[in-house]
């Protein structure tokens, strides 16, 4: 079964100092990943994607990501902080072999302090 | 400028009301999705369909229903058969299981 585990509820880092949100994941087949963003009473904005290609993958706003196969992680990080990068985050998945069913973790709060 | 509507934004339902929430999008995107987000519980998959007249339930589909007569919309309609509907409602697209684009999302409340 695909599942996608967010092990820290809230996450609080200073302004400037470099900020990292963890994923871990678990699906049958080879893995789609995604970082999304959520500001309160908002939808979810896209950050970026991993499918193939290098492990190191930059996306919008400064937010990089690692995907480490033998870890099954996908964790967020950024080099540094702004105190408008507080919100909520999400990691997600889609099975790369089955349909297009994508499957969220529980979401982690990022509150970053001036 | 395409993306996803979705109506009304602050909904209120009385008590074996049925509701239709509406979702609207101008993307082409083939796939659509219907979540539920609670605090602290993330989203939750309600309904999903792939292409036009089908959809397939989701985790919590008991107390919900959809239609998708065409590709640009996918209402979902809470039934009074579901009985804690408070939530805030989010819709989805996304086009050949690439990442999914959301809409800003129903708050419905249960008076």
């Known amino acids: 079964a695909q599942s996608v585990a967010q092990p820290e509820d809230q996450v609080n880092v200073a302004e400037g100092n470099p900020l990292t949100v963890k994923c871990t994941y678990s699906?049958?087949?080879?893995?789609?990943l995604f970082w999304y963003v959520q500001y309160p009473n908002r939808g979810l904005q896209f950050l970026l994607k991993?499918?193939?290609?290098?492990?190191l993958v930059k996306g919008s706003y400064g937010y990089e990501a690692e995907f480490n196969k033998s870890q099954t992680s996908f964790h967020l990080k950024k080099p540094s902080a702004l105190v408008s990068d507080s919100a909520l985050y999400f990691c997600?998945?889609?099975?790369?072999?089955?349909?297009?069913?994508?499957?969220f973790g529980s979401g982690t709060k990022l509150n970053v302090k001036p | 400028d395409g993306g996803i509507t979705q109506s009304p934004k602050y909904l209120f339902r009385k008590e074996g009301q049925n509701v239709t929430l509406s979702c609207e999008q101008n993307?082409?995107?083939?796939?659509m999705y219907w979540y539920r987000q609670d605090p602290g519980q993330g989203l939750r998959l309600i309904y999903y369909?792939?292409?036009?007249?089908?959809?397939q339930k989701g985790d919590i589909a008991e107390g919900y229903s959809v239609s998708r007569e065409k590709k640009e919309s996918f209402p979902l309609t809470v039934t009074s058969a579901q009985k804690n509907p408070t939530a805030f409602y989010l819709c989805?697209?996304?086009?050949?299981?690439?990442?999914?684009?959301f809409g800003p999302g129903t708050r419905l409340t249960v008076l």
């Open positions: 989805a697209s996304s086009i050949s299981g690439r990442y999914q684009f």
């Open positions: 699906v049958s087949g080879n893995p789609y």
């Open positions: 991993y499918i193939t290609g290098d492990n």
């Open positions: 997600a998945v889609r099975d790369g072999d089955g349909f297009n069913k994508f499957y």
């Open positions: 993307l082409n995107h083939d796939a």
């Open positions: 369909s792939q292409i036009v007249n089908d959809f």
